[in-house]
């Protein structure tokens, strides 16, 4: 299994500024996955981008991913703090998804 | 509502004790994974089963046993062979391991 490892592990923002969080991995992948987990809660899914696709939008959600440099970005634009939660990337093999320890996202209204 | 429900929400057990989280899924997905979350840890793969009656080890099985003899349900047995049990568990489906996962809201898991 493979996991991504996040960068920055914490992030401090003030209610409407963008946060951006990066992702990197080591091996071809399928796909690429984002998850947002709150506090004590599951993971929710947030949008996944395919290997052939170098951008995607969903909502306030940007998801970028270059192949060739294995890494992929999210980008939250107009934070709330309801975005407050800890947020996993997951590179999707042929093997069950493997998570690391995440970006902590804190939104300060 | 389509979902997955795992119970008991926190549980505690003695030292030498053996217990079982549930993990019942109404979603019709063929795949269901077990993960241990330690506090400010990623998520590490106990088991995970693609279809029913079979399962495999993931990379923390030590400790822990699964059986998945109906499609909706996937229950974990935390033996008292596992060292440090205390931990958030969470279980997941998915249609297949390429799509996303459907994540259950944990359980968390004390020895006292």
């Known amino acids: 299994s493979q996991q991504g490892e996040e960068d920055p592990q914490a992030l401090s923002i003030q209610e409407g500024e963008n946060a951006t969080m990066n992702c990197s991995y080591k091996t071809s992948i399928n796909n690429l996955q984002w998850y947002r987990q709150n506090s004590g809660r599951g993971l929710v899914h947030l949008i996944l981008?395919?290997?052939?696709?170098r951008e995607k939008h969903s909502g306030r959600l940007r998801v970028t991913l270059d192949t060739s440099k294995k890494s992929s970005s999210l980008l939250i634009t107009a934070s709330r703090a309801a975005d407050t939660a800890s947020y996993f990337c997951a590179p999707v093999t042929n093997t069950p998804l493997v998570f690391g320890k995440g970006t902590r996202l804190s939104v300060i209204a | 509502d389509g979902g997955i429900t795992q119970s008991p929400k926190y549980l505690f057990r003695k030292e030498g004790q053996n217990v079982t989280l549930s993990c019942e899924q109404n979603l019709n997905h063929d795949a269901m994974y077990w993960y241990r979350q330690d506090p400010g840890q990623g998520l590490r793969l106990i088991y995970y089963s693609q279809i029913v009656n079979d399962f495999q080890k993931g990379d923390i099985a030590e400790g822990y046993s699964v059986s998945r003899e109906k499609k909706e349900s996937f229950p974990l047995t935390v033996t008292s062979a596992q060292k440090n049990p205390t931990a958030f568990y969470l279980c997941?489906?998915?249609?297949?391991?390429?799509?996303?996962?459907?994540f259950g809201s944990g359980t968390r898991l004390t020895v006292v």
């Open positions: 981008i395919r290997s052939n696709e």
């Open positions: 997941a489906s998915s249609i297949g391991g390429q799509y996303g996962y459907t």
